[in-house]
């Protein structure tokens, strides 16, 4: 079945330095493909997604690129900021079908002033 | 911008009784979804609402609990009588297919 794996947090940070979150997912068919970011005591919010291979997401400084070959979404920013400090989700969608989204555990990330 | 709304934001019951978590997705969106998180664990799927009946739910979603979208705005997740294990933060969320899905904020459910 379909499943997404991200890396384990929490990924602590000083301000300025570059992130990447590693996602790779497991999938029938060509998935599409998101981050959400949740802050403290908020919801989900869409961050970024690709839908096709070779897509890149990008919102707020955060990329991911669709890499197909590797299977992998792996979220990057060349420079975090303290506001960035939440959990990351992975998560994909099948393109047919009920369209449910399959989530990652997620990856804290905190950064330091 | 549109957004999607749950409440209330937090419902405190004692287990075995009933509850009813309402949302109001985004006007023009045709499929709506449940999802939890209990604290600390992964987003997981509930189940997934379109045309008016369910088109899939997950292992999770027994014969405690039901869907409903009693009117056109409202979309309503009932728990008939809750267990301790059903804690968590409940997510609504809506989309326009086949796109991304708008999640609400959460109602936190603290089951004593």
């Known amino acids: 079945g379909n499943s997404v794996t991200q890396m384990e947090g929490p990924v602590t940070l000083s301000e300025e330095a570059f992130l990447t979150i590693n996602c790779t997912y497991t999938?029938?068919?060509?998935?599409?493909l998101f981050w959400y970011v949740q802050y403290p005591g908020e919801g989900l919010q869409l961050l970024l997604k690709?839908?096709?291979?070779?897509d890149k997401g990008s919102n707020k400084g955060f990329e991911a690129t669709y890499r197909k070959e590797t299977t992998s979404f792996h979220l990057e920013k060349g420079s975090v900021q303290v506001s960035d400090s939440a959990v990351y989700f992975c998560?994909?969608?099948?393109?047919?079908?009920?369209?449910?989204?399959?989530f990652g555990t997620g990856t804290r990330l905190k950064v330091l002033a | 911008e549109p957004e999607v709304t749950q409440t209330p934001s937090h419902q405190v019951t004692q287990m075995g009784q009933e509850v009813i978590l309402r949302c109001v997705p985004i006007?023009?969106?045709?499929?709506f979804y449940w999802y939890r998180q209990i604290l600390g664990q992964k987003v997981e799927f509930l189940v997934s609402?379109?045309?008016?009946?369910?088109?899939?739910k997950s292992e999770i979603f027994d014969d405690q609990f039901s869907v409903e979208r009693p009117d056109g705005s409202n979309f309503t997740l009932k728990i008939r009588s809750t267990k301790l294990e059903d804690s968590a933060m409940y997510f609504c969320?809506?989309?326009?297919?086949?796109?991304?899905?708008?999640f609400g904020p959460g109602t936190r459910l603290t089951v004593l």
């Open positions: 969320a809506s989309s326009a297919p086949p796109d991304t899905q708008y």
């Open positions: 999938a029938t068919g060509y998935p599409s």
């Open positions: 690709a839908t096709k291979a070779d």
């Open positions: 998560a994909l969608t099948a393109t047919s079908g009920t369209y449910k989204y399959i």
């Open positions: 006007s023009n969106h045709l499929y």
């Open positions: 609402f379109y045309n008016n009946e369910i088109s899939e």
